[in-house]
């Protein structure tokens, strides 16, 4: 049963601290996403991967998040400093880069205080 | 201005009700339009896919797209506690747009 991964399921951390959050696409998909999703603002897209490359992360707050693709199996979010009004779920997603359809992993609860 | 709006809820209905939920979206270049279902601290996961305008059965679901209107609705027949959900709309260009999804409960 092919699914996306994504670690840790659940953080909690203090204000300051770096976060890094991994995703493991489906394999053989060569898009990734990631998603924060809030009950204000609900899903966002944070940014996208096609082939590893970057494709958009207009949706990421530069100064303090970024997000690389290291190889086909692992994608990272980053985060540093961790602010509390980070507190978020982030999703991770993959497909094959057909643009319509994506699986979603279950989510990295993160809790900044 | 969102590109999806949606109305964030609660709906509660009782089983075995019908149920509408909709949708509006503000680029009329959008062709792909989606229904996910995302179960409680789970990720969401794909319910319906449209294109264009029109409607789609599966099952209990109707998928509808008004593109003349830039409308989407799902509607649910005979509704379930399991379908009690937040239902996300989305539309998409090389990338997924959702509205912010609409909390279902259906009680017994």
Redesign the interface.
């Known amino acids: 049963d092919a699914r ?1 991964t994504q670690t840790p399921r659940h953080k909690v951390t203090e204000m300051g601290q770096e976060v890094t959050m991994r995703c493991q696409p489906i394999l053989g998909h060569n898009t990734v ?1 990631w ?1 924060r999703q809030t009950m204000m ?3 966002e ?1 944070l940014a ?1 991967f096609r082939n590893r490359a970057p ?2 992360d207009s949706g990421m707050p530069k100064d303090r998040f970024s997000a690389e693709m290291p190889d086909a199996t692992l994608a990272t979010l980053k985060i540093q400093p961790s602010e509390p009004r980070d507190s978020a779920v982030y ?1 991770c ?1 993959s497909n094959r880069g057909d ?9 990295s609860w993160l809790t900044v205080v | 201005q969102k590109e999806v709006e ?1 109305d964030p809820g609660p709906l509660s209905v009782p089983e075995g009700a019908i149920v509408s939920l909709n949708c509006t979206y503000s680029n009329s270049a959008f062709q ?1 339009f ?1 229904w996910y279902r995302q179960y409680s ?6 319910l319906m ?1 449209t294109y264009s305008s029109g409607n789609k059965e599966d099952g209990r679901f109707t998928a509808q797209v008004d593109k003349s209107s830039k409308y989407i609705s799902l509607f649910i027949r005979d509704s379930q506690p399991s379908d009690s959900a937040t239902y ?1 709309c989305a539309t ?10 609409t909390r279902l409960q259906v009680f017994p």
């Open positions: 996306v996403f998603y603002q609900g899903l897209l996208y494709l958009d999703f997603a643009g319509n359809t994506i699986y979603f992993g279950e989510g | 949606q792909y989606m601290r789970k990720g969401p996961e794909l896919y996300l998409n260009t090389d990338k997924l747009i959702f509205g912010t999804g």
